[in-house]
């Protein structure tokens, strides 16, 4: 906010008539005082703006924080302005002009607490809200030169434990709060007052600078301080710990071990009665990071660690002369730190500089006009800087401070710092990169070397590439081409294709070489292999060597790398040329391996190769191919299942069983082919397990999963006798099955004929040809006779033709006996059943006598069950439900439950009935009352129709059980009336 001065001179020249105007010029923003021709941006780093503002007196001291501008004026006056809001400034007096003078002022950095030191060794606070200064009368005697403050204070009523110095080399810990400025009478406004440490013990000097910080401690119960304290020659460093629940004062934790011990200081000689102590924050309530303390010989200069040393937070220090003036030799005044520059404040001018390079690098000339130059301030929040004469006041803007210092630090080597501060500029950045490889170039770390030409983008690859092969580094060779194929983009494609054939060529001499030198066995091998077949997965390489694959197998196989070509193959996933390796070198087993781990994909690899692996590997191809379940077809593998090795034969077979047995139950396979060539086995191989497969098919031809006619066939040509019996049966050929079946056994016979259980009589003609094949070949009349009690169809008369001419009776005694018992029993039960019939049916005769004489009563008011109107006013019907309808309405509620045909017939019926009615006739009353016998048997008929049960509680109800209330044609109406 430039013009923040401006508003205010514009406000206080209306406010404030007693300020004195100022002259209507304004200073050149950039002064001729910018000396360094070397920065790349052409504006200078430091430029003065003079503010248009006049103070109403003499100005002697300025101090600046939070945005908060406090001046102090030789009438003993205190100017306060607050930046953000310049139109309100704030004047108070400390004393009467003449009776004393302000020695210096000290304001914290919230700017909300002002010290006033006066040259009687009185001393005032004056808070950011008091219009009264304060005077604190435990200081009266000590003129202080220093305040060392507590930057984690963030109270507006109280400074926090701080730091005080006196012209005498006292230290004092203090802490005040802030009274009310209504009260007359009060308290102290220090809260404790103590001195810790005496600077001038052995002579007085003035503390010319203190700051105090907490760093970081490895322990919860205690808090780590560190304390900087100047004089005019001397610098002091005190370091202690303070536990966390000390009371104040807390300080003297800090000082009390250096009470007893001889002083430890740094002393520079040469000192001119005063000095300045400034500190460097990167962040505001941060660490500071460096430090720069204004002598007699220099600026001494240095960073700030808080674990340096034990006894010290300073490292890295150096004295920076002043710079040389030839035309004037004055002292400086004061002094403003920033974080590469050291502002030097003198009588008639400002310079900058560096302390990188310790080179002046700005020099401002200030005017007599504007007055003697007083002071030089910095704002600890903003950052802005202030100088100020007796008359005017100046700021000063910092642009881009950080520019050059890349360049400063390439200079001196410091690599890591040049590339932090090179701000985002890839020219800078190469140029740091540049330099650093080429450093380690020099140095013999040709890795490192490689890892950062490879980040720079001006170094030809060729040229860098040459360097690495004049000096025979090839391992720096290859980092240097991997990092540039790293960095390259996925349109650089003809690059990329470059370094991936030198890369692998690389690759394959270095494998060449060691395996020359006899030591592919060892670690090294192994090492520089695995970084090669990760350098071939890499995505980019994989990517490239994809579309150049000839190229790589070319390269590879001329070195003659049969594992490195085995393991690029399988990285291009080219699986068919991996396992036509393998095979090619009989090494089945591989090959088998490698199919089932990376080709469940492809089946088709699969069915390609195992015809060949099943003749040498048939059990665990067999495993593979189960392992892989429904992902293969096993009708593609029949060809692989009927490869036979003679040698290898039976145990081919017998893995193919196993496979077709997998197909079969796990699988649920219903191919005919796989159930042809299982069964064909079992007939051959394992015929104690034909049985079983053909009973787990079943008998049901359409259901079973084999060719009957092939497996009939097949069995009759292996002798398979029973087998052939189940085919014959499955085919429903009972007498073929029979007949075969009594050349094996007659229980199988029996079983057979036992089947055909709708066809009685070829059941009875089977039992019969047992029967016969019983007595005639084998001869035994006891068990034909056995027959007749295992099959209900057959009779002794059936098998006596077959029994012989001689034969004694006293075999079927028994059995004629039993029959003709049978047959009279079965006559009596005859006679049961009809006695039965005849008495059921007198029984229905009476009940329909009695439904003739049934009746019910009607009341007069009694009303039909669908309409609700009177039931006595037409023809009407009443069921013993008691529910009575209308005769036309019991129609009309019968008519959507009855069929097509049976409503047809009701609408005839009911047409014929209204005909009869408009008949001239019936007109006459005597013919009225006797109905022709034609509407009697049309009335009838309808009755029979529609008024055969209660439409209410008969069948037609519960038949519409799953009828919707609402049709469907009606839904729409229906829910218009409910909305």
Known sequence: MASLFDQYEQASSKSYSTYKPAEAVLEPIQTSGFISASLDDETPIFSKQRINFSPPGRVTHTVVCNNFLVMALTNNMLLRIDLENPGAPDEVEVTKPGTDKIHEIFLDPTGRHLLVSMSSQENYYLSRNSKKPKLLGRMKG??????GWNLQNTSETTTGSILLGTSKGLIFETEIQSGEDSRFFQATLEQYWKQLFNLGRDRPAHVTGLAFEKIPSGSMNEYKYFVLATTPGRLYQFLGNIPSSTEPPMFQHVFESYLDMPESFLELPGNFGYSKLQLYYPKYRGLPTSFAWMTGPGIYYGKINPNATKDSVTTDTKLMPYPKDDENKSKPIDIVLTEFHVLILFPDRLKAICVLNEQLIFDDVYAERHGVLQGLCKDPVRGTIWAYTDQSIFKYKITRETRDVWQMFLDRGEFELAMKYCEDNPANKDKVLTRQAEQFYKDGQYEKSAKLFALTLNNSLEEVALKFIQTEQKDALKVYLIRKLKGLKDEDKTQITMLVTWLTEIYLNQLGELKEQGQDMNEDYDALQDEFRKFLAFKRVKDCVTHNRNTIYDLIASHGDVEDLIYFATLMEDFERVITHYVQHDNYREALETLAKHCTNDTELVYK????????????????WIHLGRQLDPKKLIPALVQYDHEKRREQDNEAIRYLEFSITTLDNKDEAIHNYLLSLYAKLQPDK??????????????????????????AEHDQKRACVHIYSTMGLYEEAVDLALQVDVDLAKHNADKPEDDLELKKKLWLRIARHVVEEEKDIKRAMAFLHECDLLKIEDILPFFPDFVTIDHFKDAICTSLQEYNQHIEKLKEEMEEATQSAKDIRGDIQSFRNKFAFVKGQDKCSSCGFPLMTRTFHVFPCMHKFHTDCLTTEVLPHLSTIKRTQVEDLQRKLASSKEDPTMAIPELKQNLTGTQADLRASLDEIVATECVFCGEYMIKSIDLPFIKTEEYDDVMKTWL
């Open 609 to 624: 190769f195992s015809p060949l692996l099943m003749q040498h590997v048939p059990k665990e191809t067999v495993d593979v």
């Open 690 to 715: 034909l049985m079983a497969y053909l009973k787990l098919e079943g008998e049901d031809q359409e259901e079973v999963s084999y060719d009957v006619k092939y497996a009939l066939r097949l069995c």
């Open 142 to 147: 000590h003129q202080i030169d220093s305040v």
